[in-house]
C-alpha cells in the first residue's frame, strides 16, 4: 500500500499570500489529520477531518482552514500569510474508527519571507 | 491538562542500548507512541502501546508503560548510527469519537561509532 503523500514538497510563499497544501491518505483511512512543526512550539495539532466533515480543532487562528474531499484527499489553506507560519506542515493518516494509529507523511516544508 | 515531557538529547556509543524516556498528564490516554523522524523527514511511526499493557517488544524495540507513573519508555537494543534520529513520544487524547495526538518536545539520539 502507498503511505501518505503530500504536495508540494517544498514552498516559498512571502508575507499577505495565502497557500493550499495538500494530503492524500493511505488507501481505505478515511480520517486525515494536520499537525504543524516549528523549532520552538514543536508538533502542533491543527485540525482532523473524517468523511468530509472537521471532527477536531486545535488552537490555531481562522486563517487556517482545511477540507477533505469525498476521496479523503484533503488540503488545507493558510490565508494572509505570516512569518510565524513558517514551518513543516505534516499531514496524517487513520482508520477513523476505534483504529486510531496515525501514519504521516514526509511533510510540506513552508517558507514565508 | 495536555502535556508530553521528554528529555532533549542522548547519546550512547554505537551496540550500547539507549533508553528514551517520557512522561504525559492525560490519564485516559488510549494508546501511547514513539514516532522517529530522520532530518529533512515526516514521522515514522515505531511501535505503539495500549493503555492496559505494561510492556511491548518489537525486535529491537521494548516499550514499558507505569500507568501509575504515567511514565514511558523506549529501549533500543544493540543501537546502531541508523538509529541517530529525533524520537518522539506522543499520546492520544480522545475526545467523543475524535482524537488527536499531544507530541513531547523529541529526543534527540546520537549513536557513536
Known amino acids: 500500500k502507498a503511505g501518505v503523500t503530500q504536495t508540494p514538497r517544498y514552498l516559498i510563499k512571502t508575507r499577505g499570500q495565502q497557500v493550499t497544501l495538500s494530503c492524500s491518505p493511505i488507501?481505505?483511512?478515511?480520517?486525515v489529520s494536520w499537525y504543524q512543526q516549528t523549532p520552538g512550539q514543536g508538533l502542533q495539532f491543527l485540525f482532523e477531518y473524517f468523511s468530509e466533515t472537521q471532527r477536531n480543532k486545535g488552537n490555531f487562528p481562522g486563517r487556517f482552514s482545511g477540507r477533505q474531499f469525498s476521496n479523503s484527499r484533503s488540503e488545507m489553506n493558510v490565508s494572509t500569510l505570516e512569518l510565524g507560519d513558517s514551518a513543516l506542515y505534516l499531514c496524517a493518516s487513520s482508520l477513523g474508527d476505534t483504529q486510531e494509529t496515525q501514519y504521516f507523511g514526509p511533510g510540506t516544508r513552508l517558507l514565508v519571507l | 491538562g495536555e502535556d508530553v515531557e521528554q528529555s532533549l538529547f542522548l547519546s550512547v556509543r554505537e551496540g550500547d542500548s539507549s533508553v528514551i524516556n517520557c512522561t504525559y498528564t492525560?490519564?485516559?490516554?488510549?494508546?501511547l507512541y514513539w514516532y522517529k523522524q530522520e532530518p529533512g523527514a515526516g514521522l515514522q511511526l515505531l511501535t505503539y502501546i495500549f493503555s492496559n499493557m505494561d510492556m511491548k517488544q518489537d525486535q529491537r524495540l521494548t516499550v514499558l508503560l507505569n500507568k501509575k507513573d504515567k511514565h514511558l519508555s523506549l529501549r533500543i537494543a544493540d543501537t546502531q548510527t541508523g538509529d541517530s534520529a529525533i524520537y518522539f513520544c506522543a499520546e492520544s487524547i480522545r475526545s467523543g469519537n475524535t482524537g488527536k495526538l499531544i507530541f513531547g518536545q523529541g529526543t534527540t539520539l546520537q549513536v557513536k561509532p
Open positions: 488507501s481505505g483511512h478515511r480520517s
Open positions: 492525560d490519564s485516559s490516554s488510549t494508546y
